[in-house]
C-alpha cells in the first residue's frame, strides 16, 4: 500500500485550557505579548501566510501519516516575530512538522522556544534573534543554561533568563502611574488575602486590611481583589503585564518615602547648611553632631570610608529632608 499523499493542513487557534488531542502538533504563546506566525509547508508549498498569534492561544496542526510507517509526511517550517515599538524586534524559525523537528509541542518563551515532552517539562530548543532598536539599552546576549523545570512550571521558567529580565525592566516603561496606581501591571507574589469586589474599590479595601500594603485587581471570577503585603513595597517593582483590565497599585510608595525611625531614618539628606564633617561610622554620627556647638541636624554617607556631615539651620524639621534612593545614607535631626 501506497503512503497517502499529504493535502492541505488543518490550523486552527484555540485557548490553552481546552483539552487536546496528543497526535496534534501544538505551538503554545507564553511569551506574554501577542506575536505573528507564518507556517509553509514545503512538501505541499502551501504558505498560510502571517497570522497573529494571541497571548494565551495555540496553533495546532494535526500532521499527514503515512499509512505504512506511521512516519510523518509533511514538513512544516515556520518563522516567528516579536515586535514592540518601544525597545526590541525578535524573531525565530524552525521545524513546526517533521521528522526532523524531534517534537511535537513547542511553548514560545521570552528565552527561546521550548520543546514540552508529555510530562509537562520543557527543554530549550532554539534561541531568538534579536534586533535592539537605536534607542533601547543593549539586550543581553549571555548564554542561557535550562534549569531543574518540575510539571507545571514551564509558564514560568523564562523568569531565570538574562533577556528576560531584561526585557521585564524595558517593559516596566510601558507602565502609566496615576500617583500609586496603574492599568496592566501586577506584582509577584506576597498575596495575604484576596475577596471578591470591583476594580475602583480594590485599594481602598487593601487600606482597610490589617497588613496590606499593596494589591493587584484582576477580571478572574468577575473582579478578584488581590491583597499583599511587602515591607517597604516600591512601584518599581510592578512588572508590566500587556492586560489592559488589571489595576495594580500601592498605598505607599516607599521608592519616594523617607521612613522615619524617630529622629534619623536612611536613604534621606538635608540640602546646604554644612558647619563641619568627621569620618566615622554612621552609628556614631547624630550623637557627635550632639556635642558639636551650633549642629541641628546631620547626613551621614559612605563617602572617603564614612563621613558625618554636621549641619546647623534654626528650626530645622524632618520634613525638610529628601529622600536619596541610597539606603547606605542616613539622616536626622536633634
Given at each position: 500500500?501506497?503512503?497517502?499523499?499529504?493535502?492541505?493542513?488543518?490550523?486552527?487557534?484555540?485557548?490553552?485550557?481546552n483539552?487536546?488531542?496528543?497526535?496534534?502538533?501544538?505551538?503554545?504563546?507564553?511569551?506574554?505579548?501577542d506575536?505573528?506566525?507564518?507556517?509553509?509547508?514545503?512538501?505541499?508549498?502551501?504558505?498560510?501566510?502571517w497570522?497573529?498569534?494571541?497571548?494565551?492561544?495555540?496553533i495546532?496542526?494535526?500532521?499527514?501519516?503515512?499509512m505504512?510507517?506511521?512516519?510523518?509526511?509533511?514538513?512544516?517550517?515556520?518563522?516567528?516575530?516579536?515586535?514592540?515599538?518601544?525597545?526590541?524586534?525578535?524573531?525565530?524559525?524552525?521545524?513546526?512538522?517533521?521528522?526532523?523537528?524531534?517534537?511535537t509541542?513547542?511553548?514560545?518563551?521570552?528565552?527561546?522556544?521550548?520543546?514540552?515532552?508529555?510530562?509537562?517539562?520543557?527543554?530549550?530548543?532554539?534561541?531568538?534573534?534579536?534586533y535592539?532598536?537605536?534607542?533601547?539599552s543593549?539586550?543581553?546576549?549571555?548564554?542561557?543554561?535550562?534549569?531543574?523545570?518540575?510539571?507545571?512550571?514551564i509558564?514560568?521558567?523564562?523568569?531565570?533568563?538574562?533577556?528576560?529580565?531584561?526585557?521585564?525592566?524595558?517593559?516596566?516603561?510601558?507602565?502609566?502611574?496615576?500617583?500609586?496606581?496603574?492599568?496592566?501591571?501586577?506584582?509577584?507574589?506576597?498575596?495575604?488575602?484576596?475577596?471578591k469586589?470591583?476594580?475602583?474599590?480594590?485599594?481602598?479595601?487593601?487600606s482597610?486590611?490589617?497588613?496590606?500594603?499593596?494589591?493587584?485587581?484582576?477580571?478572574?471570577?468577575?473582579?478578584?481583589?488581590?491583597?499583599?503585603?511587602?515591607?517597604?513595597?516600591?512601584?518599581?517593582?510592578?512588572f508590566?503585564?500587556?492586560?489592559?483590565?488589571?489595576?495594580?497599585?500601592?498605598?505607599?510608595?516607599?521608592?519616594?518615602?523617607?521612613?522615619?525611625?524617630?529622629?534619623?531614618?536612611?536613604?534621606?539628606?538635608?540640602?546646604?547648611?554644612?558647619?563641619?564633617?568627621?569620618?566615622?561610622?554612621?552609628d556614631?554620627?547624630g550623637?557627635?553632631c550632639?556635642?558639636?556647638?551650633?549642629?541641628?541636624?546631620?547626613?551621614?554617607?559612605?563617602?572617603?570610608?564614612?563621613t558625618?556631615?554636621?549641619?546647623?539651620?534654626?528650626?530645622?524639621?524632618?520634613?525638610?529632608?529628601?529622600?536619596?534612593?541610597?539606603?547606605s545614607?542616613?539622616?536626622?535631626?536633634?
Open positions: 500500500m501506497d503512503p497517502i499523499a499529504p493535502g492541505p493542513l488543518d490550523i486552527i487557534l484555540i485557548p490553552f485550557f483539552a487536546l488531542n496528543n497526535k496534534l502538533n501544538l505551538l503554545q504563546n507564553y511569551y506574554g505579548m506575536l505573528q506566525v507564518r507556517c509553509v509547508d514545503t512538501t505541499t508549498k502551501y504558505d498560510y501566510g497570522r497573529k498569534l494571541e497571548k494565551g492561544y495555540e495546532t496542526i494535526k500532521p499527514s501519516l503515512s505504512v510507517t506511521g512516519e510523518i509526511l509533511d514538513q512544516v517550517y515556520c518563522y516567528v516575530k516579536a515586535f514592540n515599538e518601544e525597545f526590541v524586534n525578535a524573531d525565530v524559525e524552525f521545524w513546526f512538522v517533521s521528522q526532523k523537528a524531534e517534537c509541542q513547542f511553548s514560545i518563551q521570552r528565552n527561546g522556544i521550548f520543546c514540552i515532552g508529555e510530562n509537562g517539562i520543557g527543554y530549550k530548543k532554539y534561541d531568538w534573534k534579536y535592539p532598536l537605536p534607542t533601547s543593549k539586550v543581553p546576549t549571555t548564554t542561557y543554561i535550562v534549569p531543574n523545570v518540575q510539571p507545571g512550571d509558564q514560568i521558567i523564562d523568569k531565570f533568563s538574562e533577556y528576560s529580565s531584561w526585557l521585564t525592566e524595558q517593559e516596566k516603561k510601558l507602565i502609566q502611574w496615576n500617583g500609586n496606581w496603574a492599568f496592566a501591571c501586577d506584582f509577584a507574589g506576597y498575596n495575604l488575602v484576596n475577596e469586589t470591583s476594580g475602583e474599590r480594590c485599594g481602598s479595601r487593601c482597610e486590611v490589617k497588613g496590606c500594603t499593596h494589591f493587584t485587581w484582576t477580571d478572574f471570577n468577575g473582579g478578584t481583589c488581590w491583597m499583599k503585603s511587602k515591607y517597604r513595597i516600591m512601584r518599581s517593582e510592578a508590566y503585564t500587556y492586560n489592559t483590565k488589571m489595576v495594580c497599585g500601592v498605598l505607599v510608595d516607599y521608592s519616594q518615602a523617607i521612613v522615619w525611625n524617630g529622629n534619623w531614618a536612611f536613604a534621606c539628606d538635608f540640602k546646604g547648611y554644612d558647619l563641619t564633617n568627621q569620618i566615622m561610622p554612621g556614631k554620627c550623637g557627635r550632639s556635642q558639636v556647638k551650633g549642629c541641628t541636624h546631620f547626613t551621614w554617607s559612605n563617602y572617603n570610608g564614612g558625618c556631615w554636621m549641619k546647623s539651620k534654626s528650626g530645622i524639621t524632618k520634613t525638610d529632608a529628601f529622600y536619596t534612593g541610597d539606603n545614607m542616613v539622616c536626622g535631626i536633634l
